[in-house]
């Protein structure tokens, strides 16, 4: 019985897009529904993420009034990434201090060699995943979480002046840096580095003096370089952390207590300078020099060792 039967060749399934209401398409294998729109004779499409027809229907209004805002002429559609990346840098960088500008521009540079020549307006999600898994394994995290903060960046703003349907970037992850616990030395250890920081040179004095002020003080290097006299108000037992022409980090100037261990210091520098001779920053610049080309052998015994911001370390 069995053998007489005849085998029929199953039918082949339906694969594609079906038409079912006004630019809105279904998917035929997985149910889901599609947006589709024209503007200045191009067709766009988009997964409208939902297999809910009156869902669909709310998504695809909303889709196509963006569609409608794009700029219709030609030139826009063809400016490329590294194009509106350059225009985007010298507005942004006005508002970024020298050391931030300098590490967006290299952050543009390295996502030059891969979104530069693309036209702005055909870089998908999928390129932006392809550059992630390109370039965070061979890079270190801070170094790709920059470049991916950049690259939103540019989207963001192409995407408010209607360049851009989506920021196709938001959907990148950040990398996770490995934080390994930091070592901060104790009152025994920290005498010992300046002890090693004075037998590096009869001139690392000026080393010892700015590592001295930076532990007690909690300042990043760059606002211990910028301090003056006329910022240190011992009667009031406080004194204004300004960063000088640069400015701080955050551009906003602090008021901060001086501790004890930090008055003492600054007690005995005061002794060594007069009031009324060059600014903070002008001696400390020197400082730091010194400091720079003096203590390479230093750094590397004490490798791993992060000072403490604030007093804690020498009491």
Sequence with gaps: MLSGMKNTPSRP??????KVDECLNRHVQSGGYYAVA?????????SLKTNDRQL????????RENVHRLPDDSGASRVTVAEFAERWFGV????????????????????????????LRKVTARDCEAWMQAR????????????????????????????????????LP????????????????????LETLKGVDPRAKHAVTLVEL?????MRLGEAVALRWEEVNFAGERFTVT??????????ARLVPIFPNLRCLLELLREGAELSSAPWRRAFRSVFRKYTRMTKGTRKRWNGTRFPGRRQAIG
Excluded: W
């Excluded at 399934?13 to 079906?18: A, E, I, M, V």
């Excluded at 024209?38 to 988009?46: H, L, M, T, V, W």
């Excluded at 270190?140 to 851009?164: H, I, M, P, Y």
């Design 136 to 171: 965070s394994s061979h890079v270190a995290a801070s170094t790709f979480n920059n470049e991916r903060g950049t690259l939103q960046s540019v989207f963001a703003v192409a995407k408010r002046e209607k360049l851009l349907l989506n920021n196709s970037a938001e959907i």
């Design 174 to 193: 950040r990398s996770k840096a490995d934080k390994s616990k930091p070592v901060i030395p104790n009152r025994e250890q920290f005498a010992k580095l």
């Design 214 to 218: 930076l532990a007690c003080s909690g």
């Design 13 to 18: 399934q339906k694969t594609g897009f079906k």
């Design 243 to 252: 960063g000088g022409e640069q400015g701080t980090k955050n551009h906003k």
């Design 56 to 63: 669909a229907q709310r998504r695809r209004s909303d889709y």
């Design 38 to 46: 024209k503007r200045a004779g191009k067709q766009f499409r988009k």
């Design 92 to 119: 942004a960088a006005l508002r970024m201090k020298e050391k931030s500008a300098t590490r967006k521009k290299l952050s543009l540079k390295n996502l030059g060699g891969y979104f530069g020549k693309l036209p």
